[in-house]
């Protein structure tokens, strides 16, 4: 049976005009059917946007499809995208991030790339750097069987697009377009990759992504630039289209090539690649070296497994997956306010939340880059456990209990978070293993009480991004509605640290990672 097609919609800078999109958008679904998602890039903010934008904000009214945007492309709008990581804006309006691949439950990949190019580094809020494109290329090439993705999203056009292809009208590709989108494209092999910024409609003819007769023949390419919302040239700003994801389709159908295909515009970003292809590998294998200097010694250091430290050459473990971009919580990465780590292991860490319920409210996070509980290696699973029985031990030492839960949806990092909490539960019978009712990339919520039993929900559709915390915070539970909100509980760097200290002072005693 074959698989069931995607119907999507793509549209170009919006700029506030959210009643004409919405209402556009109604009416194409009025007359063809309902669509799965609306992707938008270039501008989704204008100068005049507060007016409309803020009766959806409120929830005065709601878009009448997903709608998933990117980032500020100046100054003005960074103000309407609060987190980096990405967030929902307001209900059916969600802010992908700065950079990174959307993977849905249907299996749809969607890379993207917010803001406009900066030679700066770092690049402002607004803009992205070679340092973003690189560390996106990475993360992506380096998965196993790697092809390409279903569609790309970026605000600027590639640089020299036009190459081999049609003519793009009054925009002129070799001199419009950014140079780093265009080393993007080149290396992700987008089946479809949309832009915008110029208040250009223009759909390029399909290229190849491999020489013929000396490559295994591969997908095609579409490059398509949308107009801007309501223009009065009547240019095309929405553009609909159907799509199977490229993991459910049968090889020989999804390279079959179009008679109009052209040779690939950017055979000579390709071919200058390629040259590099040694730098880029040492550099890589450098950054994924994990540094652990905290500016402090925390303790003595078990040796590895079975081993005395000295001359032996312990068997080295599986390299976990890479982030698909910044990472706040994987070891190495600068993002990583190390400041709140209390604990390190050999595959995990524990940390102080940031904005916690309460001054114990801890995360058990793995070193390396995993997802989800049920992607986890067999000797990262073994010290999380450890992990769990040393929180156990430690409240109860205080005459505490304590839950831990997971949310494993729209978060690229595993997030074990521990509190303690401070009513008795009904009993419920213990659940099987999470691995043995979750299959790795399904979405879910999972609750573990330190009596042993296991909750579990599989989240079908939209779920709240804070609900564990939210419910822990009630006034049936720890009766801190206020702090319901991270954000709202962020303290001086100088005061998390105290915390930190204090917490990694009570908890040594607990601390198998320390034990010789």
């Not at 709608?67 to 309407?80: K, M």
């Not at 110029?198 to 579409?222: D, G, I, M």
């Not at 206020?482 to 303290?491: E, L, S, T, V, Y």
């Amino acid at each position: 049976m074959s698989a069931v097609p995607l119907r999507v919609l793509a549209c170009g800078d919006v700029e506030g005009r959210l009643e004409a999109l919405f209402g556009r958008v109604r009416a194409i679904q009025g007359k063809s059917g309902r669509f799965d998602m609306l992707l938008c890039v270039g501008d989704f903010f204008g100068s005049t946007s507060e007016t409309e934008w803020e009766e959806y904000r409120t929830g005065a009214k709601k878009a009448p499809i997903p709608t998933y945007v990117l980032g500020a492309n100046d100054q003005e709008t960074v103000r309407y995208f609060p987190d980096v990581s990405g967030c929902e804006l307001a209900e059916n309006i969600t802010y992908l991030g700065r950079r990174g691949l959307y993977s849905g439950t249907s299996g749809l990949q969607i890379a993207y790339l917010s803001g406009t190019e900066s030679q700066d580094e770092p690049a402002p809020a607004y803009s992205f750097s070679a340092k973003d494109v690189t560390e996106l290329k990475t993360s992506l090439l380096s998965t196993p069987n790697f092809r390409g993705v279903d569609i790309l999203l970026t605000s600027p056009w590639p640089r020299d697009v036009g190459t081999f292809g049609n003519s793009a009208g009054e925009i002129d590709t070799k001199k419009c377009g950014s140079k780093l989108v265009a080393d993007l494209a080149a290396s992700l092999k987008p089946r479809y990759h949309f832009a915008a910024l110029n208040k250009a409609y223009y759909e390029r003819l399909p290229y190849r992504n491999h020489t013929v007769l000396q490559e295994t023949p591969q997908h095609v390419s579409r490059f398509i630039a949308l107009a801007d919302v309501g223009n009065t040239s009547k240019k095309k700003y929405l553009y609909a289209f159907s799509i199977v994801p490229m993991s459910l389709m049968d090889s020989a159908e999804l390279v079959k090539q179009p008679q109009d295909v052209t040779e690939n515009p950017y055979k000579k970003l390709r071919k200058e690649a390629q040259k590099s292809k040694a730098a880029l590998c040492a550099e890589e294998e450098t950054a994924c070296q994990f540094f652990f200097d905290l500016n402090k010694h925390q303790g003595k250091k078990r040796p590895s497994e079975g081993k005395e430290r000295g001359n032996s050459q312990p068997k080295q473990a599986k390299k976990p997956p890479q982030p698909t971009g910044p990472c706040w919580f994987c070891l190495a990465s600068p993002e990583v306010e190390k400041h709140l780590v209390v604990s390190i292991g050999t595959h995990c860490y524990l940390a102080l939340a940031k904005g916690g319920l309460l001054p114990d409210h801890v995360l058990i996070l793995p070193i390396g880059h995993y997802q989800s509980v049920v992607d986890l290696s067999s000797e990262v699973v073994e010290e999380v456990a450890k992990y769990k029985a040393a929180l156990k031990e430690f409240f109860r030492s205080k005459g505490k209990r304590y839950v831990l839960f997971e949310r494993n949806y729209r978060s690229q990092h595993l997030q074990l978070q521990a509190q303690e909490q401070q009513i008795e539960l009904l009993e419920i019978p213990e659940h099987s293993d999470i691995a043995q009712v979750a299959q790795p990339g399904t979405p879910y919520f999972y609750v573990e009480l330190d009596t042993g039993e296991k909750l579990f929900h599989r989240i079908r559709g939209r779920f709240p991004l804070h609900f564990g915390r939210e419910v822990l915070a009630s006034e049936a539970l720890l009766a801190l509605p206020q702090r319901a909100d991270w954000r709202q509980c962020a303290a001086e760097r100088a005061e998390e640290a105290a915390q930190a200290l204090a917490f990694r002072r009570d908890f040594q005693p607990f601390d198998f990672a320390l034990r010789a």
